[in-house]
């Protein structure tokens, strides 16, 4: 026969296998709803990236600084792009760089994931960074310019991303063109 002490141990265990069911349990649904919420976070991030990026003028400023606007050195560019000499195409290079080391930086801090940035934006990352050839694009323009002004992390954001794309398209050789 059950005691009143027997029950009482019985009904006490299953209050906490009940109580430690329910904390298991909410936790679960809550680590959930936080992995959704960053999902959905990351979503909103990399639509309003996308939607910057397939702007006519980001894409016209792109288009420049990767096929356009050509320069021999930093002095040169400096003579022909510099806010002095040529404000719009000086904020063509300001607005490129100014995007891409942004994007750098969120992928830096893994605040977006890097297959989606490099997914959507590979081929103008690789562009924008390398130029259609030897006179144009913003690889040279910064690393001339981080000397030219003093200042040694020009854009580093933007090198990093370069650089974490190119690392990425050796190991997923079927997403180069």
């Known amino acids: 026969m059950f005691t009143v002490e027997t029950i009482s141990i019985v009904f006490t265990g299953l209050s906490i296998s009940l109580a430690a069911f329910y904390y298991i349990n909410t936790l679960r649904n809550s680590r ?3 992995e959704h919420a960053l999902e959905t976070r990351q979503a909103q991030l990399y639509m309003q990236l996308y939607s ?7 894409l016209k400023d792109y288009g420049n600084i990767a ?3 050509a320069y021999e050195s930093i002095e040169d560019w400096n ?5 002095a000499a040529d404000n719009e195409a000086f904020s063509s290079w300001l607005r490129v760089g100014r ?3 942004g994007v750098g930086i969120l992928t830096r801090r893994e605040l977006i994931d890097k297959e989606l940035i ?5 081929d103008v990352i690789m562009g924008a960074w390398e130029g259609a050839d030897d006179s144009t694009g913003m690889e040279r323009f910064v690393r001339e310019g981080r000397v030219y002004w003093s200042r040694p992390k020009l854009w580093h954001n933007f090198e990093y991303l370069y650089d974490e794309l190119a690392k990425y398209l050796e190991e997923h050789p079927e997403l180069q063109t």
Not at 118 to 122: A, D, K, N, W
């Open 118 to 122: 490099f997914e959507l934006l590979g």
């Open 52 to 58: 910057f990026y397939d702007n006519k003028e980001f």
């Open 67 to 69: 096929n356009v606007y």
């Open 79 to 83: 003579e022909r792009y510099s806010a």
């Open 32 to 34: 959930m709803t936080q």
């Open 99 to 101: 995007f891409f080391d």
